[in-house]
């Protein structure tokens, strides 16, 4: 049986007096596609470094295909986008992309790679004339470059625009889909929501939650009630209800026993003009997750 894309065993890592990551265990299968979230200092960016060799644990094991992580990066093994990585100037892309390209024994073919990133258009721009969005699209194919296996990316799309953000994530689901592993550390929990196989929620430098997104969502009780109310009535003194918010005319209560909510609300007579009952989003997962983490 192949070895696990990434295998952290104990990993702990220190910043000085912070303790970074903090005996943390996490495998990934291969082709498996992995969201890491959690709040900023959580250990994300940190545990991507280790697996990137950038930097040397103070405890445990890092194995990346089976292999140490700088010889799995040597060997052409992992692309990666790092949150502030950052491009040559006074380069045009091509240029760039020709000489990364030029690196590797058996570098991803250049059309296609082109075609894959959408980064057509820009192969002769000047690399200091490209936008946040732009330079991201060339870092992503700078990283798929060698055609590698792994794909590690910490924030990808923090400079993109939605539609910039919607390609990304379709061109990560074709690679996926084609055998690649790739991992990826977010603050955008719709898109941990939309695209990843599992979520792996790190505070504190540990990881508290490990699973499927429905899985991580559902171990979090409470459901939210939405609906269109008049202004002035309030309506936090219901049973089950453990929170109120309005925004405009729609009202959102959070409860803990949605049907005994609707009943004492249809008892008073509230109409439940566009009414919606849904259970906890994966940010509220999150936040309830991490909430008393230190």
Request: net charge negative; proline share 5%.
């Amino acid at each position: 049986m192949p070895p696990d894309a990434v295998a952290l065993t104990d990993l702990t890592v220190r910043h000085g007096d912070v303790l970074a990551v903090d005996g943390l265990d996490l495998h990934v299968r291969r082709g498996e596609t992995v969201a890491l979230l959690g709040p900023n200092g959580a250990g994300k960016s940190t545990t991507v470094s280790a697996v990137l060799g950038l930097l040397r644990p103070d405890a445990g094991t890092v194995r990346v295909l089976g292999r140490a992580p700088a010889d799995a990066v040597r060997a052409g093994c992992v692309g990666a986008m790092l949150q502030h990585g950052g491009l040559p100037g006074e380069a045009r892309v091509g240029e760039v992309l020709h000489l990364v390209r030029c690196s590797y024994p058996d570098p991803w073919p250049l059309e296609d790679l082109v075609a894959t990133t959408g980064i057509g258009g820009l192969l002769g721009r000047d690399v200091d004339a490209l936008s946040g969005g732009q330079r991201q699209r060339v870092l992503l194919a700078l990283a798929l470059a060698g055609q590698p296996p792994l794909l590690l990316l910490d924030e990808p799309t923090s400079a993109m625009d939605v539609e910039g953000r919607r390609a990304f994530w379709t061109t990560m689901r074709d690679l996926a889909a084609f055998g690649t592993t790739v991992v990826f550390a977010t603050h955008h929990l719709e898109e941990a929501d939309a695209v990843a196989d599992r979520v792996v929620v790190m505070a504190g430098g540990r990881v508290v939650a490990d699973g499927p997104s429905a899985a991580v969502r559902s171990a979090v009780a409470g459901r939210t009630v939405r609906f269109s109310a008049p202004d002035g009535a309030a309506f936090d003194r219901v049973p089950g209800v453990t929170g109120a918010t309005r925004l405009g005319g729609t009202v959102a209560l959070a409860t803990t026993d949605v049907e005994a909510t609707l009943r004492a609300l249809l008892a008073d007579g509230v109409a439940l003009t566009d009414l919606e009952v849904r259970g906890a989003s994966l940010e509220d997962a999150v936040l309830s997750l991490v909430g008393g983490v230190r």
